[in-house]
T-cell receptor
Framework: AQTVTQSQPEMSVQEAETVTLSCTYD???????LFWYKQPPSRQMILVIR??????QNATENRFSVNFQKAAKSFSLKISDSQLGDAAMYFC?????????????FGQGTRLTINP | EAGVTQSPTHLIKTRGQQVTLRCSPI?????VYWYQQALGLGLQFLLW???????NRGNFPPRFSGRQFPNYSSELNVNALELEDSALYLC????????????????????FGQGTRLTVV
């Protein structure tokens, strides 16, 4: 079974600074997808960024980028120019590329605090 | 376009009772997923429905069940509620391409609703 581990229960960063959230995963599959979701106090899970395992290029979405190290099974999220609105729980998630296996496997989450 | 909607937003039930949670997916999405987010336990996969059929089930007892209707909306039923069932229940939907009988994975993401907060007392 696949597992996702987020080793940082809490992180904090000064507004406008850069922060990196860590995520490692364990799988024997070669075809899969990785995601970072954000969950603000409103509780709704919002997709931040997505990475296909077959792509070597790291995904970027504006101020958000990932460092995908497939051999090391590592998938960290970098947030640049942190803003107060970035404060939330961040979840790393794995989804198999196997036919019929659509469920997301989530890490335990990292609570990010932005200090003004 | 409306997102994934869940009802009710909050619910308080007594131990031993039964509860039904509802989810309406984004228009055009055929798959609905249910997750339980209990305090300190992260998100745990409960059920996946696609085209009206249960496709996958997480490690939960049989008193957790559900169904998907022809309009792709879904219900999650929990019987004989226990205190540890207190959690945020999140529903998500996505679109899958279908070739043959088994849905094929794609790189489309799942969109989540705002959840139903269930408290069992």
């Amino acid at each position: 079974a696949q597992t996702v581990t987020q080793s940082q229960p809490e992180m904090s960063v000064q507004e406008a600074e850069t922060v990196t959230l860590s995520c490692t995963y364990d799988t024997s599959e070669s075809d899969y997808y990785l995601f970072w979701y954000k969950q603000p106090p409103s509780r709704q899970m919002i997709l931040v960024i997505r990475q296909e395992a077959y792509k070597q290029q790291n995904a970027t979405e504006n101020r958000f980028s990932v460092n995908f190290q497939k051999a090391a099974k590592s998938f960290s999220l970098k947030i640049s120019d942190s803003q107060l609105g970035d404060a939330a729980m961040y979840f790393c998630a794995y989804r198999s590329g196997v036919q019929g296996a659509q469920k997301l496997v989530f890490g335990q989450g990292t609570r990010l605090t932005i200090n003004p | 376009e409306a997102g994934v909607t869940q009802s009710p937003t909050h619910l308080i039930k007594t131990r031993g009772q039964q509860v039904t949670l509802r989810c309406s997916p984004i228009s055009g999405h055929t798959s609905v997923y249910w997750y339980q987010q209990a305090l300190g336990l992260g998100l745990q996969f409960l059920l996946w429905y696609d085209e009206g059929e249960e496709r996958n089930r997480g490690n939960f007892p049989p008193r957790f069940s559900g169904r998907q209707f022809p309009n792709y909306s879904s219900e999650l039923n929990v019987n004989a509620l226990e205190l540890e069932d207190s959690a945020l229940y999140l529903c998500a939907s996505s679109f899958l391409s279908h070739r043959g009988l088994i849905p094929r994975p794609s790189n489309t993401e799942a969109f989540f609703g705002q959840g139903t907060r269930l408290t069992v007392v």
